[in-house]
């Protein structure tokens, strides 16, 4: 089997030096290649990957802005590999992960493999981050089929990838959602996705993503790239009508449910339960808006960062960073 790790990276050099050997490490005894695609316009990481002179690295630029424009740039990169596996520039695998991932692969035959994230504070943060819970991921059974995930530690066949005919939209580059879209577009399309509970990688979650306003921001944009996914993958105007009706709907009940939840923080003087449900009204209004056609934007770029002409888009939660679904998140 031959195998890629694909790390998408944007202006990160701290993480990118910590992470690049950690995955080579992990994936040594099989000779995995690792491919550094880089979405900063200026090419800021090339001297640094190229420096290494390992063999195993490989680094690529690709200046059209956004994350889907780097995620296209793996699959093509990466095509005559068995298996790519798209993880961040701003994690770290836990060991056995690479054994898990491909052993998972390899049992099941499916066309992409989900491992775990679990996120790891770089500073303790306040007590109301780990008592509401807002960095907690989901953990499931290996061997459960899924229908989304995210590309954080994600292992696809290529092949299969390339007769499903699925490419990340890159209309979703800035705005987030294009991982979200690309899987549930695969697995509509007949690929099959398997979660693989003991491959694991830790997210470190740095200080300024720990502060309710980034919560909410998160919150709003996935579920705006929610309902503009589902509206994408509609197959005809009717069923684009129902499903803009049923996150109208549900945008709704989160909203109002939210806000019960707000009123009985305020009245119990629970700030966390407050949280919670301005967390989940931010969600329902992302929804909401998603389903009358209005975008989100997350990793809007200023223009003077370099871009193309009439690339960027306005400055929204923060900067795209090309690498996982967030904002230095």
Not at 20 to 43: E, H, I, K, W, Y
Not at 190 to 212: F, I, K, N, Q, Y
Not at 218 to 242: Q, T
Request: glycine fraction near 10%; aromatic fraction near 6%; hydrophobic fraction near 40%.
């Amino acid at each position: 089997m031959t195998a890629v790790v694909a790390m998408l990276t944007y202006r990160r050099p701290e993480d990118l030096r910590v992470a690049v050997p950690a995955f080579l490490a992990a994936t040594s005894r099989d000779g995995a290649g690792l491919l550094v695609v880089d979405n900063d316009p200026a090419g800021s990481a090339r001297a640094w990957v190229e420096g290494l002179r390992d063999p195993r690295v490989r680094y690529v630029h690709e200046p059209r802005p956004g994350i889907a424009a780097g995620r296209n740039r793996a699959l093509d990169e990466c095509a005559d590999a068995d298996v790519l596996v798209f993880v961040d520039d701003d994690e770290r695998p836990e060991p056995g992960w690479w054994e898990a991932l491909t052993a998972c692969h390899r049992a099941t035959g499916a066309t992409g493999v989900v491992g775990a994230v679990v996120s790891e504070f770089v500073a303790e943060p306040e007590p109301w981050v780990r008592a509401g819970r807002f960095f907690e991921r989901r953990r499931l059974r290996t061997g459960t089929d899924v229908d989304v995930a995210a590309t954080n530690n994600l292992l696809l066949d290529v092949a299969a990838v390339r007769r499903l005919g699925v490419r990340f939209d890159e209309r979703f580059g800035l705005s987030g959602g294009s991982d979200t879209l690309f899987t549930r577009d695969l697995v509509r399309r007949g690929g099959r996705l398997v979660w693989c509970d003991e491959a694991v990688v830790v997210d470190r979650v740095p200080p300024d993503r720990t502060t309710p306003g980034w919560v909410l921001r998160r919150a709003r944009r996935s579920g705006n790239s929610a309902s503009r996914a589902e509206l994408v993958l509609a197959a005809d105007a009717a069923e684009r009508a129902r499903v803009r009706a049923r996150y109208l709907a549900r945008g709704g009940l989160r909203v109002a449910g939210g806000g019960v939840r707000v009123v009985l923080g305020a009245l119990r003087r629970d700030p966390v339960l407050r949280l919670v449900g301005r967390r989940n009204a931010a969600r329902g209004r992302g929804m909401v808006a998603g389903a009358l056609g209005h975008v989100v934007v997350e990793y809007g770029r200023p223009p003077e960062q370099g871009d193309p002409a009439g690339a960027a888009l306005p400055v929204g939660a923060g900067q795209d960073r090309a690498a996982p679904e967030r904002t230095r998140r």
